[in-house]
């Protein structure tokens, strides 16, 4: 049985850091891609970052590039950070982990989309205040 959790997330104040963790167990991911994604409160679920099989392609939305940065356990593969830094009241949201067989990147396309992912985390809260 497959099964992601997530872990770090927490409140603090704007400008301020958080580092996320997420563990999947249950079989083998060497050869899947990870991702992050997060909804916020009303609004939809969204792409955050994700990292290829490898940890060698990472792909960041556009609101948090240069402010996150995603990265795995190279020698287990099945375990993903999100380091997050300069963090606004905007990334207030539920953080979600989740993985997807395959690559993350291929024929000139990213595969960062909801549907793409198959195993999804329980979510971790992140809380930033003004």
């Known amino acids: 049985q497959v099964q992601l959790v997530e872990s770090g997330g927490g409140s603090v104040q704007a400008g301020g850091s958080l580092r996320l963790s997420c563990v999947a167990s249950g079989r083998t991911f060497s050869n899947y891609a990870m991702g992050w994604f997060r909804q916020g409160p009303g609004k939809e679920r969204e792409f955050v970052a994700a990292i290829s099989w490898n940890g060698i392609i990472r792909y960041y939305a556009d609101s948090v590039k240069g402010r996150f940065t995603i990265s795995r356990d190279n020698a287990k593969k099945n375990t993903v950070y999100l380091q997050m830094n300069s963090l606004k009241p905007s990334d207030t949201a539920v953080y979600y982990c989740?993985?997807?067989?395959?690559?993350?990147?291929?024929?000139?396309?990213?595969?960062?989309?909801?549907?793409?992912?198959?195993?999804w985390g329980q979510g971790t809260q992140v809380t930033v205040s003004s």
């Open positions: 989740a993985v997807k067989p395959g690559e993350l990147y291929l024929s000139g396309k990213y595969y960062y989309t909801a549907d793409e992912y198959d195993y």
